[in-house]
């Protein structure tokens, strides 16, 4: 099995930052694709930041320019920095990491940690 521990998200004020941490352990063999979500009350969960393990990175256009996604390969971890936060940033932010393990590449999800950002 993948465990998914984050860290990070807190209550802050309009216009500070936070920085989320996602850290994956567990049998597999690589880590492919690593990328952030986020779900506000009332609507879906929507992309936020994506990498891939070659240092490929995409980003919703509702943070480009404020939030930036990294990894270190050799802790197995992700990062999300975001900056200039705003109060539509509010939702709880999961973690999502594709892997490789013996019998092919599979999905894993974090347990969410709260973003509140207040005006």
């Known amino acids: 099995q993948v465990q998914l521990v984050e860290s990070g998200g807190a209550l802050v004020q309009a216009g500070g930052s936070l920085r989320l941490s996602c850290a994956a352990s567990?049998?597999?063999?690589?880590?492919?694709?690593m990328a952030w979500y986020r779900q506000a009350p009332g609507k879906q969960r929507e992309l936020v930041a994506a990498t891939t393990n070659s240092g490929r990175t995409n980003y919703a256009d509702g943070v480009k320019g404020r939030f930036t996604i990294s990894r270190d390969n050799a802790k197995n971890t992700v990062y999300l920095q975001m900056n200039s936060l705003k109060p539509e940033d509010t939702a709880v932010y999961y973690c999502?990491?594709?892997?490789?393990?013996?019998?092919?590449?599979?999905?894993?999800w974090g347990q969410g940690t709260q973003v509140t950002v207040s005006s």
């Open positions: 567990g049998s597999f063999f690589s880590i492919n694709a």
């Open positions: 999502n990491v594709n892997v490789w393990r013996l019998t092919g590449n599979y999905d894993y």
